[in-house]
């Protein structure tokens, strides 16, 4: 089971640090992705993590505003975000995949798809005011 957490209500620019923490099984053998999804709107996949910490992906949106980690001791992963904007309004969700295959597409390919991770976390609110 994977948990999200860290979500609220915060101004334009300011920061939250969200994780994710599995219960069950260890994260350290799957790659941690995180998703959000805005009301109207698609889900978009906006950052992964490996195994190893050494290989990650962001998308264009948030590249150079938030940074994913994990904590394999703490069987967590987190996502700093920071310089945060409404558009970043969304629930957050984080997704385990143990073969690796999305996060190395999406750093072929720039996208970053949710169709093959195996489980899935309820979701955290993230809200960010003008």
């Known amino acids: 089971q994977l948990q999200a957490s860290g979500g609220g209500l915060v101004q334009s620019g300011g920061s939250l640090r969200l994780s994710c923490a599995a219960s069950?099984?260890?994260?350290?053998?799957?790659?941690i992705g995180w998703f959000r999804q805005a009301p109207g709107k698609q889900r978009e996949g906006i950052s992964c993590?490996?195994?190893?910490?050494?290989?990650?992906y962001y998308d264009d949106s948030v590249e150079g505003r938030f940074t994913v980690s994990r904590d394999n001791a703490k069987n967590t992963v987190y996502l700093q975000m920071v310089n945060l904007e409404p558009e970043d309004t969304a629930v957050y969700y984080c997704?385990?995949?143990?073969?690796?295959?999305?996060?190395?597409?999406?750093?072929?390919?720039?996208?970053?798809?949710?169709?093959?991770?195996?489980?899935w976390g309820q979701g955290t609110q993230v809200t960010v005011s003008s």
């Open positions: 993590i490996g195994s190893s910490d050494r290989n990650t």
């Open positions: 069950g099984f260890s994260l350290a053998d799957y790659s």
């Open positions: 997704a385990a995949e143990r073969t690796g295959a999305a996060l190395f597409s999406a750093q072929a390919m720039g996208v970053l798809v949710g169709d093959t991770f195996d489980y």
